[in-house]
């Protein structure tokens, strides 16, 4: 093998949305999930990460879109790496997301997938999709799922060492072709970021049980829903999913509010539009974007009336999109 193919690797991985939602973890340091979820990968927005390991490097260096960040969060994952291959260079790794970073769009979980990827690679592993997702996984939770396309769900796992809680394929974006609005409503990054907001949850929410009690159930409900392609159920229940979570944090103490007036008139502007027959539910994260998920053929009413929606600065719009994989 020629010295940058073992050494430097780029891969691109796309952002992904959960429609069965993961918040609050079983154990912190192995990024383990208390709950299972199960969600849909975006064509649209993706991160391309590039990992070049240096013999010499005193230390990690990380860029992500042109700009300095603090490597420590990065040299714990590439640490796992490193220890993997039986190698101890340090790396530089250099990141660009096509949308805005750490403003709830899922960089974090396009962001590890592409670094699991790029930095196996180029530390010469080789690992199988179960590894990687199980690797990704302990950079942040959703990263596990990033690694698929179509829908996926992340099996929460009973295992301490998490060797169980890994992401799988459900269904190819071409089986079940959906659309997504991203209603943008605020660029800038969120001030809790998710790994702060479901910290040590079970001992500051008094919803926390309740969350996770009923986790399975609204799981079989998705995947069936999902295989029998019933859309109203499964917007239904990602819907129903987004707002049990937004409850949650909301119900955490201190109390966690996302959404701002903009938000919230999307979400009516939602309801509004099923109310006069288009088949759309939304769904948010740790953050303040809207997402309305619906079949192609009324894509452009919805985002028509996003776009029109006091305080949407912007819409995005995607198909179901493919697996990571590697660039060069
Ligand atoms: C609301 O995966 O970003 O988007 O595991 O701490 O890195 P860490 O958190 P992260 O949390 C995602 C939370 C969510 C719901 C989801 O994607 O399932």
Redesign the pocket.
């Given at each position: 093998m020629s010295a940058r193919s073992t050494h430097s690797c780029t891969a691109r991985a796309h952002s992904?949305?959960?429609l069965i939602?993961?918040?609050g973890?079983r154990d912190d340091r192995l990024?383990l999930p208390a709950v299972g979820?199960i969600?849909i990968t975006l064509d649209a927005l993706y991160s391309d990460t590039r990992v070049s390991f240096f013999p010499g490097a005193a230390q990690d260096s990380v860029d992500i879109g042109g700009r300095k960040t603090d490597p420590a969060p990065f040299t714990a994952f590439l640490d796992l790496v490193r220890a993997r291959a039986g190698i101890d260079y340090r790396a530089r790794v250099e990141s660009w997301n096509n949308f805005p970073t750490g403003a709830g769009l899922?960089s974090?979980?396009s962001g590890f997938a592409a670094l699991a990827l790029a930095a196996t690679r180029a530390a010469g592993l080789d690992l199988d999709a179960r590894e990687l997702s199980i690797l990704a996984r302990q950079g942040?939770?959703?990263?596990a799922r990033s690694l698929f396309g179509g829908f996926v769900e992340m099996h929460r796992g009973t295992r301490d060492d998490g060797s169980d809680a890994f992401a799988e394929p459900m269904l190819d974006a071409a089986e079940w072709p959906l659309d997504i609005v991203v209603a943008i409503t605020d660029r800038a990054p969120k001030t809790v970021?998710?790994?702060t907001g479901?910290s040590g949850l079970a001992d500051r929410s008094d919803y926390y049980n309740a969350w996770v009690s009923h986790a399975d159930g609204d799981l079989d409900a998705m995947r069936e829903s999902i295989a029998a392609r019933d859309f109203e159920t499964v917007g239904a229940l990602a819907e129903m999913s987004c707002l049990k979570?937004h409850g949650l944090m909301m119900s955490t103490r201190p109390g966690l509010i996302y959404w701002n007036p903009a938000t919230v008139a999307a979400m009516q502007a939602v309801r509004a539009l099923r109310s006069d027959g288009v088949p759309v539910y939304f769904t948010i994260?740790?953050g303040p974007q809207v997402k309305a998920i619906c079949p192609p053929e009324h894509t452009a009413t919805v985002e028509q009336a996003l776009a029109g929606v006091p305080g949407v600065l912007d819409t995005r719009r995607s198909a179901l999109g493919p697996a990571a994989y590697v660039l060069d």
């Open positions: 992904n949305i959960a939602k993961y918040w973890k990024k979820s969600s899922a974090s979980a942040s939770g959703s990263a970021n998710s790994s479901m979570l994260d740790a």
